[in-house]
């Protein structure tokens, strides 16, 4: 190991608190975290210079892959004028020109306002203060709880992390937040008093962090003709489908549907500065003019950053130059029939679940049954993909493949080959010591 490698390693094991970390282990003597130091395209490399694809788009941020050049460049510049403008009593040519470029993708007295932010979870929390604000101003205060889906993920700030249906992560909070019921079908929610629900929140087509769990056809159509029966705002979270995830810009394009509000962050910039839009209807914003104490009194200090704006604006051009959204059926069909190959050569997956360019492999023991959780099977078999040259995270034993949408057909080859690789390793027998008939 490099000296500088090894220095990196000991002052971040000696201050860094990583997220959704278990510290012990992560400081343990003898762990080696991987220090990554560049990118270029859809590919990695750690201090040591080895090469890895960034099979999970660095967290589900990245779209048109690492370095691109036309987003660096919008950065650069806007960085030679400024980094940062007040976005309280200033405007700037690069959040108005985002605003506006933002809602002429949806049609004209639809989504028209935008409200900017930092991440996810801020974009969350937005669309469940105005909410609240909106029926206070609208004569309905006690329509004032949320309904939320089972096993959902929205972020981890207090008020987005009570609508999270994941108990091992939300169980410890859930007094702490929110009013919110959490209902695991459309027919649950049928059954409920609307008369009392602000909104509903959900992420549409595919549940993200409940092992990428896509939702039956139809579905959120069918939501959205009950909220509007139920006069229920509709809440998407687009965090992780936006920007072309799932096959279209907008997840929400496939079924037709407009939200009332709309949730967009790790895609935005391309997967380059941390950024988040929540956008509302004219029909929502009009209920905060008039009376002062109408203003929605909210935001944060870096709201509408013109870096980010910049790297948002390049990354919608490159959408376009690159022809990134026709260029994606093919892809998706590649990686779908590659991975019906990989499944059939592995009787450890159990389960392949794809939705667009996003895709989750569930593994469990031959005879369908689960590996026991103790063993963090997913975790160790990402980290023997390491070795042939793919960086990704399982959630549980879903190992997550979520390209950049730069990916080529060549590189989804080489993605399903180190996952062929990893899976009939002998390494697979060290993990699994009775698992002999993992291989064929
Ligand atoms: C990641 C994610 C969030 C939270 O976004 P952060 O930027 O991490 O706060 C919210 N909702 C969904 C669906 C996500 O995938």
């Not at 130059?321 to 069909?333: F, G, N």
């Amino acid at each position: 190991m490099r000296d500088e490698t090894r220095r990196w390693i000991q002052s971040d094991q000696a201050h860094c608190w990583h997220p959704f970390t278990r510290q012990d282990e992560w400081c343990a003597a003898g762990h080696e975290p991987l220090i990554i130091t560049h990118g270029q395209g859809a590919w990695l490399w750690d201090s040591e210079g080895r090469r890895y694809f960034d099979g999970n788009s660095s967290i589900w941020t990245n779209i048109h892959g690492h370095a691109h050049p036309v987003i660096s460049a919008a950065i650069s510049r806007q960085l030679q004028k400024t980094a940062h403008i007040s976005f309280l009593g200033f405007s700037h040519p690069g959040a108005a020109e985002l605003a506006d470029r933002l809602c002429k993708f949806f049609p004209e007295a639809t989504l028209e306002r935008v409200f900017f932010s930092d991440n996810g979870s801020t974009a969350i929390e937005c669309a469940l203060k105005m909410a609240v604000q909106f029926r206070l101003q609208t004569g309905a205060p006690q329509r004032n709880e949320f309904v939320a889906f089972a096993d959902g993920y929205h972020g981890d700030t207090l008020g987005a992390a009570s609508l999270g249906g994941v108990g091992r992560f939300f169980e410890r909070f859930k007094n702490h937040g929110y009013p919110v019921t959490h209902v695991r079908s459309l027919a649950d929610l049928r059954a409920l008093d609307p008369g009392k629900i602000a909104g509903v929140v959900i992420e549409p087509l595919i549940q993200g962090v409940n092992e990428m769990r896509p939702w039956p056809s139809g579905m959120l159509a069918e939501l959205r003709q009950w909220c509007d029966e139920s006069r229920v705002h509709l809440i998407l979270d687009e965090v992780m489908t936006g920007f072309g995830r799932t096959g279209t810009l907008f997840a929400c394009q496939q079924e037709n549907v407009i939200p009332d509000f709309l949730c967009l962050a790790k895609g935005l910039t391309g997967g380059t500065l941390p950024m988040a839009a929540t956008l509302t209807t004219g029909a929502i914003y009009q209920a905060f003019l008039g009376a002062p104490e109408n203003a929605f009194y909210y935001g944060h200090s870096y709201t509408a950053n013109p870096l980010g704006c910049a790297a948002a604006l390049a990354s919608l051009d490159v959408f376009e130059q690159e022809q990134t959204l026709d260029k994606l059926p093919a892809k998706i069909i590649h990686l779908r029939a590659g991975l019906a190959v990989l499944k059939a050569a592995h009787p450890i997956i159990h389960e392949v679940r794809q939705c667009g360019f996003v895709a989750g492999i569930e593994l469990r023991q031959p005879g369908g049954e689960k590996f026991p959780a103790t063993m963090r099977f997913g975790e160790s078999i990402c980290q023997a993909a390491r070795a042939h040259g793919l960086l990704t995270r399982p959630i549980l034993d879903t190992l997550v493949l979520m390209p950049p949408l730069c990916t080529t057909l060549a590189e989804i080859d080489h993605v399903l080959a180190a996952l062929h690789a990893t899976l009939q390793s002998p390494d697979l027998d060290r993990i699994w010591p009775s698992g002999d008939s993992l291989r064929m």
